[in-house]
């Protein structure tokens, strides 16, 4: 069943599957908590409940908080009450954070205890902050409100008119200027894109869902394509437990980036003497048959060996911006070297060698980003930046990229200008450029040889290995730069005195 | 503890043993991805019985560091 918006999504998936678990999550160790379809509607309808008493239906809603429960609860109680959820990193240091909610225009900022700094920076530094809401405070304390009693306050039972085409996400990506960018998903975009298209999965599998909830692939397909076929949604409380997760849960699927499926890959390897459904059923467990992969390229030559074990991996290619799966490898068809079929919502055409794609998964536009909106929208097409086509039968094929934009193995885009300009502002780095180069990300600079005579610095490499590491102190582990290479000629240029990237 | 932090951490990456010394930085010399480093950790925790602060862990670089946060974890259990 295709639904409209994501209020639809929950209501219909309720009336299936009720008392059946919706989420299960750890407690203590081995001690796992379950929540039904009853549960998890009733408590969304409680926080939009809560919501309304606050004056805040419809509101700009911040959230940030690892997967859980209530960060699920809330964002389905923020979109059920048409309001427009904005889910953040919860990498981000705390003054991006702030930046991203101010922007956001949020009124409200519901966070997990984790971020309590956060939460207190926000105070001072966004004014147009209405409420604080922690998602585990017991009770309301220095002005900020507790979820708990929040949902205790409250019936479930609300519900209230939502247009499928009123936006209700904006998701932040990296942008190629820098400045990252939000992007408007309205409910039509995001729950279509979850439901239109029939993967055959089994009603009521078992899935482990491991990548971070304020990425699209991760709310759409984990969850939202989750919650429409009943999926069992089990959270994993952390990367660093994710085989013993696997154990505990005993999933039959899961959805990762290419950078866990290399991981895993050598842990089935490891064990390669033994017969392949011994080695699996000890990595993986019996039950589990597949894996989805998005956000970055995987190379194919992990689908073969993962086949040897009897799991299927199946590839898939989207953008945030088409909320967020373009196209999808499927069981039953798939072309090799192509990265899908279009999704039935989905069309493409091919503009001087850039793939774009047009349908009702295409978002509105960025917020309050005019220009950039103009760049990547034109006519209803979206621009994705990537270099390919699809062929006559929907399949997608690409062959590189536009932009600058890094696309690292655990789907995280990172845009070079941002970090060339942070490290740019250093008077030792008088031309620096950014590049992803053997999976890492390393920087070349040209330093100002002058400065460093004046100032008497000796060893060149170690005085900007010291400026990298103080910019990596305070950056997210994904933005991080592991390799320097220091230069001594200037760059070559263009006509137009940039810096060849090429 | 740094023998069987050694055997631990050649099950995530190819290098030879004497690559990896104290100074050795995981990501830089010994290739290990974020995700290598993170379910080394999960592993880890099995191995010495202890329980990992992901908050701390993420400030480790050195094969070092990891050996003394190890140890202060040890002391502690």
């Given at each position: 069943m295709v639904c409209k918006t994501i209020r639809e999504i929950i209501v219909e998936a309720e009336k299936k599957?009720?008392?059946?678990?919706?989420i299960r999550y750890k407690i203590r160790k081995n001690e796992i908590e379950r929540k039904s379809y009853t549960q998890l509607k009733e408590d969304s309808e409680r926080f939009s409940a809560a919501l309304e008493k606050l004056g805040e239906r419809g509101s700009h809603v911040a959230l940030t908080g690892a997967t859980s429960y209530q960060w699920l609860t809330a964002y389905l109680g923020i979109t059920g009450s048409a309001g427009v959820a904005v889910p953040l990193d919860v990498s981000l240091p705390a003054e991006e954070l702030c930046e991203l909610i101010d922007r956001a225009d949020a009124t409200v900022f519901v966070y997990d205890e984790l971020r309590a700094d956060a939460a207190a920076l926000a105070k001072e530094r966004c004014p147009k902050l209405r409420y604080l809401i922690s998602m585990q405070a017991e009770e309301e304390e220095d002005g900020v409100k507790s979820m708990p009693e929040l949902l205790a306050a409250q019936q479930p039972g609300f519900s209230c008119e939502i247009n499928p085409d009123s936006l209700c996400t904006i998701m932040f990506t990296s942008g190629t200027t820098g400045k990252s960018k939000g992007v408007m998903l309205t409910h039509r975009n995001l729950a279509e894109n979850a439901t239109?298209?029939?993967?055959k999965i089994p009603e009521r599998s078992v899935t482990l869902t491991v990548l971070p909830i304020h990425h699209a692939y991760c709310l759409s397909m984990d969850i939202l394509k989750g919650l429409s076929l009943g999926t069992v949604i089990c959270i994993n409380d952390s990367l660093m437990r994710v085989a013993k997760n696997i154990k505990l849960f005993e999933p039959n699927m899961m959805l990762m980036v290419p950078l866990m499926i290399e991981t895993l890959a050598r842990k089935l390897e490891e064990a390669s003497l033994l017969p392949a459904a011994v080695v699996k059923a000890k990595v993986f467990g019996k039950q589990f048959h597949t894996i989805y992969s998005g956000g970055a390229y995987l190379n194919p030559a992990y689908i073969d060996l993962f086949e040897k074990y009897g799991i299927s991996i199946l590839q898939g290619y989207g953008m945030t911006e088409c909320s967020p799966v373009i196209s999808t490898n499927l069981s039953w068809c798939i072309k090799k070297d192509s990265v899908g079929k279009l999704m039935p919502n989905c069309e493409a055409k091919t503009v001087d060698n850039e793939l774009w794609v047009r349908g009702?998964?295409?978002?509105?536009?960025?917020?309050?980003m005019p220009e950039e909106t103009a760049e990547a929208l034109k006519d209803g097409w979206l621009a994705t930046g990537d270099l390919g086509y699809a062929d006559e039968d929907g399949y997608v094929f690409l062959t590189g990229r536009k932009k600058n934009l890094i696309i690292t193995k655990n789907g995280e885009n990172v845009s070079p200008e941002e970090l060339e300009n942070k490290l740019g502002e250093?008077?030792?780095?008088q031309e620096i450029l950014v590049r992803e180069k053997e999976g890492v990300i390393e920087a070349e600079i040209f330093p100002d040889y002058e400065y460093a005579k004046k100032k008497r610095i000796g060893d060149m490499q170690e005085a900007l290995q010291k400026v990298i590491d103080e910019y990596n102190q305070g950056a997210p582990a994904y933005k991080k730069i592991y390799r320097l290479k220091v230069r001594e000629t200037e760059f070559e240029k263009t006509p137009s005195k940039k810096i060849k990237r090429f | 503890m740094l023998e069987k932090l050694k055997e631990i951490i050649m099950n995530y990456v190819e290098v030879k043993e004497e690559a990896i010394t104290p100074e050795a930085r995981f990501m830089e010399d010994l290739g290990f991805t974020s995700f290598d480093f993170m379910s080394m950790l999960g592993e880890i925790e099995d191995e010495f019985d202890v329980e990992v602060d992901q908050q701390k862990a993420a400030d480790i670089r050195t094969v070092g560091e990891a050996v003394e946060y190890l140890e202060q974890l040890s002391k502690e259990a």
């Open positions: 599957y009720g008392d059946g678990d919706a239109c298209l029939d993967m009702s998964s295409v978002m509105q536009g960025y917020y309050k250093q008077r030792l780095v | -």
